[in-house]
């Protein structure tokens, strides 16, 4: 049996061998990847991580930021209002984070966005393991309960699922070498530094409230307000992932993949300079760590605009160029 050629519909060839008239390396591979997907599409199961993902950090959305008295009934009794807000203000970028990446189809797209995500679940699983005293499990009301309850099991599943999906993800995925729209030098030098901030900061943090005791100052003492052990790990572990996802930004150096990270990145810089303004009473103006932290947000939201808008529009940067 024979079929047409697509290139001369005249030439006939056994059907098996490539077309007549085209090279052999020209021959188009089978379309399909594992488990049927696209190759390099993003996976179900990466699929329903990024909906648990999204169901989660909303509900801590609600639970820190909505409800009456929330940071006394979270998973653990949150010493200030200012501390739930801003754990919420997180937890609210990272539901933009999973939104966003739910709307993309490649893996390469949404690769950063759920590494983040997985370094920042590693580190409260740590944090976790370390205070599963200060948890509520067995005390506080019964909202305050059943959130440690859903808290420890979250954070014992979620790590172990990320693992498993990004490395069976990654093993699918060839990474291509090609730059479809590079960055400028400018912006992965200024994302560079922001990242050394952030990651150094949330070290500090994270190392500060391995302590078991009362209170951690003694090691965060640059943070704008009094932070507590788990609530300083917590933080510490979000900051850490950011530094991380900046990392992972300018190592691709690619614009096309900067739409879901820097639209997630400015929300979290523009909630958490809000939640700022809104317990202002909390802090005091005359310290200059609080005035390096605003400046440090502002960056951030300057940035991560400007990232989002450049990964948006193709002509950004040749205009600016031009």
């Known amino acids: 049996m024979a079929v047409l050629d697509p290139v001369r519909p005249d ?50 959305v609600l639970a820190l930021v909505l409800l009456p008295g929330a940071h006394h009934q979270f998973a653990w009794s949150i010493h200030m209002e200012l501390t739930a807000a801003w754990l919420g203000a997180a937890y609210a970028s990272g539901s933009l984070l999973s939104l966003l990446a739910l709307r993309r189809n490649g893996w390469h797209e949404v690769r950063i966005a759920v590494v983040t995500v997985a370094t920042f679940t590693w580190l409260t699983l740590v944090a976790t393991l370390v205070h599963t005293h200060k948890l509520n499990l067995m005390s506080g009301t019964l909202p305050g309960r059943l959130a440690a309850w859903v808290w420890l099991a979250v954070y ?15 093993r699918d995925h060839v990474r291509s070498r090609v730059l479809h729209r590079p960055m400028p030098r400018s912006l992965a030098g200024l994302l560079g530094a922001q990242g050394v ?3 150094a900061a949330g070290t500090v943090l994270f190392l500060g409230g391995l302590t078991v005791h009362h209170e951690s100052e003694a090691v965060t003492r640059f943070w704008p307000w009094d932070l507590m052990p788990l609530s300083s790990q917590v ?19 690619d614009l096309s993949r900067l739409r879901v990270p820097a639209a997630a990145y400015t929300a979290f810089g523009v909630l ?39 990964g948006r529009d193709p002509g950004v940067i040749r205009r600016r160029a031009g």
């Not at 049927?36 to 179900?44: F, I, K, M």
């Not at 300079?273 to 009473?281: E, I, K």
């Open 272 to 310: 958490q300079l809000g939640v700022l303004v809104g317990h202002r009473a909390d802090v005091e103006a005359g310290d200059p760590w609080l005035w390096a932290y605003v400046a440090v947000l502002a960056v951030v939201v300057g940035t991560g605009g400007f990232g989002w808008w450049a």
């Open 235 to 253: 933080i510490g572990a979000w900051l850490i992932a950011l530094g991380l996802g900046a990392a992972l930004v300018i190592r691709d150096r």
């Open 11 to 60: 030439l006939r060839a056994p059907v098996g061998s490539p077309p007549v008239g085209r090279p052999p390396d020209e021959v188009l591979p089978p379309v399909g990847g594992p488990g049927g997907g696209l190759p390099g599409s993003v996976r179900p199961g990466t699929r329903w991580l990024l909906r648990a993902f999204l169901s989660l950090t909303t509900l801590a």
């Open 156 to 170: 014992l599943v979620v790590p172990v699922a990320c693992w498993v999906l990004v490395s069976r993800q990654d």
């Open 197 to 199: 901030v952030l990651a």
